[in-house]
């Protein structure tokens, strides 16, 4: 996937570099072309779905939602872990740049050459990634240029709040489902399917349409605070829910071939430990496991984790995190007693294993573990997710069978996703059994009926299922209950003290090489120019 994104990019660069009037005259030749076709542009745009979501989600993203945190307490390696933000920094800003200039005017082109041409599947796969893209966005800043969105000939873009946003994210939705309930004239299916189209579907639609759905039921289920929510948007939820993914197998994920080190997930040892990424499986300041999600696959969902844990009647625990420490911090962990460390607090020593591992001296491709390896598919969104959120809407309307019937699928499909997509590694770790399903399934850390169901039950499960991947939509949850420790048992807590402006971050900045050079006086309209303007709550979470 990766080389494919790369030759088409350099392709792009090419076609788009500045020349003579003469050359960019030049709009009938075939072999200078001055618009490049939806087919060329699909697999690029699917890479970034990963890339741009990856590199916030490691190095801010996940530290607000406590995936993970760094071991050093060094004040630039706590920064994101308090809430706050790196001033005159583009951190926090990837999402931005996803949405307006690595997809972007490429996007833009995809659907204008696909509509233009009948290319109608190719339409409605680029509908679909724009609404997953502007939900992202909008949900990770708050207001986001809109309207004005890839206008020519203007020095400054006027941003829009959410309750802009959202509707039209669903018109988005509905434009993706016009048009792949429309076959094309002439028959895509063979390039859609091939090694350079698209590359999360190979252009099934049914599964694209589920896509649609899903992007529908997760919007809808961020507004629980809304007045409506009980009585209109509930329904909604479920309804989207149930037309959306059937089973695990058909998430939309990413695909890597590894067969380089070009071609491999960004969230796997080879390319964490590149220096182009920072070295990221050897930093002391990332990805390192926390006691956030250690409580919660040690007895932390409904009771007391077990303090230094060697095993769990949660299978998740041996699949999801590495046991033990290295004698360096940085080699390849041995030992069998789990541990984690404490948000903003650092560690005593650099031996909390880092999630993203490290490559063994003399090796090119690491064993890995879970979906951080060269190999893993990288999910944007599941089934097992979708289950959380119906099973979330249906409680708070009061429907509790309902409620405790997509929790109990839930559950079982988070164990079925590692089974279908974190067993990449060229040694597999086992897959979990059904024995040790059941045997969870009938622990004091799952409700065994309807009556017993709490929204911490359900939305403990979905942190667990979202682990390591969904953390824009795990801050979603944490901001709609506003941190609750009631909900988030494991959630370490912050005092003021711990926290950078004293509260917790409710929005990151738009990215600053844009907004804050060049577009400052209309990001202030909002308070961007504020220090403290990522505490200020989106408006999705509001009553």
Same mark, same amino acid.
């Given at each position: 996937?990766?080389?494919?994104?790369?030759?088409?990019?350099?392709?792009?660069?090419?076609?788009?570099?500045?020349?003579?009037?003469?050359?960019?005259?030049?709009?009938?030749?075939?072999?200078?072309?001055?618009?490049?076709?939806?087919?060329?542009?699909?697999?690029?745009?699917?890479?970034?779905?990963?890339?741009?979501?990856?590199?916030?989600?490691?190095?801010?993203?996940?530290?607000?939602?406590?995936?993970?945190?760094?071991?050093?307490?060094?004040?630039?390696?706590?920064?994101?872990?308090?809430?706050?933000?790196?001033?005159?920094?583009?951190?926090?800003?990837?999402?931005?740049?996803?949405?307006?200039?690595?997809?972007?005017?490429?996007?833009?082109?995809?659907?204008?050459?696909?509509?233009?041409?009948?290319?109608?599947?190719?339409?409605?796969?680029?509908?679909?990634?724009?609404?997953?893209?502007?939900?992202?966005?909008? $949900?990770?800043?708050?207001?986001?240029?809109?309207? $004005?969105?890839?206008?020519?000939?203007?020095?400054?873009?006027?941003?829009?709040?959410?309750?802009?946003?959202?509707?039209?994210?669903?018109?988005?939705?509905?434009?993706?489902?016009?048009?792949?309930?429309?076959?094309?004239? @002439?028959?895509?299916?063979?390039?859609?399917?091939?090694?350079?189209?698209?590359?999360?579907?190979?252009?099934?639609?049914?599964?694209?349409?589920?896509?649609?759905?899903?992007?529908?039921?997760?919007?809808?289920?961020?507004?629980?605070?809304?007045?409506?929510?009980?009585?209109?948007?509930?329904?909604?939820?479920?309804?989207?829910?149930?037309?959306?993914?059937?089973?695990?197998?058909?998430?939309?994920?990413?695909?890597?071939?590894?067969?380089?080190?070009? $071609?491999?997930?960004?969230?796997?040892?080879?390319?964490?430990?590149?220096?182009?990424?920072?070295?990221?499986?050897?930093?002391?300041?990332?990805?390192?496991?926390?006691?956030?999600?250690?409580?919660?696959?040690?007895?932390?969902?409904?009771?007391?984790?077990?303090?230094?844990?060697?095993?769990?009647?949660?299978?998740?625990?041996?699949?999801?995190?590495?046991?033990?420490?290295?004698?360096?911090?940085?080699?390849?962990?041995?030992?069998?007693?789990?541990?984690?460390?404490?948000?903003?607090?650092?560690?005593?020593?650099?031996?909390?294993?880092?999630?993203?591992?490290?490559?063994?001296?003399?090796?090119?491709?690491?064993?890995?573990?879970?979906?951080?390896?060269?190999?893993?598919?990288?999910?944007?969104?599941?089934?097992?997710?979708?289950?959380?959120?119906?099973?979330?809407?249906?409680?708070?309307?009061?429907?509790?069978?309902?409620?405790?019937?997509?929790?109990?699928?839930? @559950?079982?499909?988070?164990?079925?996703?590692?089974?279908?997509?974190?067993?990449?590694?060229?040694?597999?770790?086992?897959?979990?059994?059904?024995?040790?399903?059941?045997?969870?399934?009938?622990?004091?850390?799952?409700?065994?009926?309807?009556?017993?169901?709490?929204?911490?039950? @359900?939305?403990?499960?979905?942190?667990?299922?979202?682990?390591?991947?969904?953390?824009?939509?795990?801050?979603?949850?944490?901001?709609?209950?506003?941190?609750?420790?009631?909900?988030?048992?494991?959630?370490?807590?912050?005092?003021?003290?711990?926290?950078?402006?004293?509260?917790?971050?409710?929005?990151?900045?738009?990215?600053?090489?844009?907004?804050?050079?060049?577009?400052?006086?209309?990001?202030?309209?909002?308070?961007?120019?504020?220090?403290?303007?990522?505490?200020?709550?989106?408006?999705?979470?509001?009553?």
């Amino acid at each position: 996937m990766r080389k494919v994104y790369i030759t088409l990019m350099a392709i792009m660069v090419f076609i788009i570099a500045p020349g003579c009037k003469k050359y960019l005259d030049i709009n009938s030749n075939p072999v200078t072309p001055q618009i490049v076709k939806a087919e060329l542009l699909l697999p690029p745009i699917e890479f970034q779905m990963h890339d741009d979501i990856w590199q916030d989600q490691r190095t801010t993203i996940s530290k607000m939602t406590q995936n993970f945190a760094g071991v050093s307490t060094a004040a630039a390696a706590l920064t994101w872990e308090q809430h706050g933000y790196v001033s005159n920094s583009d951190a926090g800003g990837v999402a931005w740049r996803m949405c307006y200039f690595d997809m972007g005017l490429n996007l833009e082109n995809l659907i204008n050459d696909a509509v233009a041409n009948q290319k109608n599947e190719y339409a409605g796969i680029g509908y679909a990634i724009k609404a997953w893209t502007y939900q992202i966005t909008t $949900d990770q800043y708050g207001p986001i240029i809109l309207d $004005d969105a890839f206008k020519n000939n203007q020095l400054s873009f006027k941003f829009q709040d959410q309750p802009e946003v959202y509707p039209k994210v669903r018109e988005w939705c509905a434009l993706a489902l016009k048009y792949m309930n429309t076959p094309s004239p @002439i028959s895509y299916a063979a390039t859609l399917a091939g090694p350079s189209g698209d590359g999360i579907y190979q252009g099934n639609m049914t599964k694209w349409k589920k896509f649609v759905y899903a992007v529908l039921a997760t919007q809808y289920g961020h507004l629980v605070n809304k007045a409506e929510f009980k009585t209109k948007y509930a329904d909604s939820v479920i309804k989207y829910v149930d037309l959306s993914f059937a089973n695990e197998t058909e998430d939309p994920t990413v695909f890597f071939q590894a067969s380089g080190t070009t $071609d491999v997930n960004l969230a796997g040892p080879t390319n964490a430990g590149s220096s182009t990424s920072g070295v990221l499986n050897t930093s002391t300041y990332y990805c390192r496991q926390t006691t956030a999600i250690l409580g919660l696959l040690t007895g932390g969902v409904r009771g007391t984790p077990t303090p230094s844990p060697t095993t769990s009647l949660d299978p998740r625990l041996s699949r999801y995190l590495t046991p033990g420490t290295s004698t360096s911090g940085t080699g390849n962990p041995t030992g069998t007693t789990y541990i984690a460390v404490t948000p903003t607090k650092g560690s005593t020593t650099t031996n909390v294993p880092n999630v993203l591992g490290t490559l063994p001296t003399g090796s090119t491709l690491f064993n890995g573990r879970y979906i951080f390896t060269d190999r893993a598919r990288w999910p944007i969104m599941t089934y097992a997710q979708m289950q959380f959120i119906k099973s979330e809407a249906a409680f708070i309307k009061g429907d509790a069978a309902t409620a405790y019937t997509a929790y109990i699928n839930g @559950i079982k499909a988070s164990m079925d996703f590692y089974n279908q997509y974190g067993r990449t590694q060229s040694i597999p770790d086992p897959a979990i059994a059904t024995t040790e399903v059941n045997a969870y399934l009938a622990s004091s850390e799952v409700a065994q009926n309807a009556a017993s169901l709490t929204i911490a039950d @359900i939305m403990q499960q979905k942190y667990i299922a979202q682990w390591g991947w969904g953390s824009i939509e795990t801050w979603c949850d944490l901001r709609k209950y506003h941190y609750s420790p009631a909900v988030f048992r494991t959630y370490y807590q912050l005092a003021s003290s711990d926290l950078q402006f004293g509260r917790y971050a409710y929005r990151c900045r738009p990215r600053y090489n844009s907004e804050f050079v060049w577009n400052l006086a209309e990001l202030t309209k909002f308070g961007g120019n504020l220090v403290t303007y990522g505490t200020q709550e989106l408006w999705f979470s509001q009553p």
